[in-house]
């Protein structure tokens, strides 16, 4: 649906955001973007970390069980 995303469309897309929020919020914007991001990714790593550090002790469990 978004893969044929082509410079024109772009530049009306930073344009309507431009009229929007003024050329002053938008680096405020972007930090603000980017942060969550890194946050976001943050949390993922630590979950998946915190997965892979309690597999190993569902799987001695299950065998003890057996």
């Known amino acids: 649906m978004f893969g044929n ?3 024109p469309e772009l530049l009306i897309i930073f ?5 929007l ?6 680096p405020d914007i972007a ?3 980017g942060k969550g991001i890194r ?3 943050r949390a993922m ?8 550090k309690e597999a190993p002790k569902d799987k001695l469990e ?3 069980h057996g």
């Open 45 to 52: 790593k630590d979950t998946e970390d915190e997965i892979k």
């Open 39 to 41: 946050d976001f990714k």
């Open 21 to 26: 929020f003024g050329a002053k919020r938008i």
């Open 62 to 64: 299950d065998k003890s």
């Open 5 to 7: 995303i082509g410079m």
């Open 31 to 33: 930090s603000g973007l």
């Open 15 to 19: 344009l309507v955001v431009l009229l």
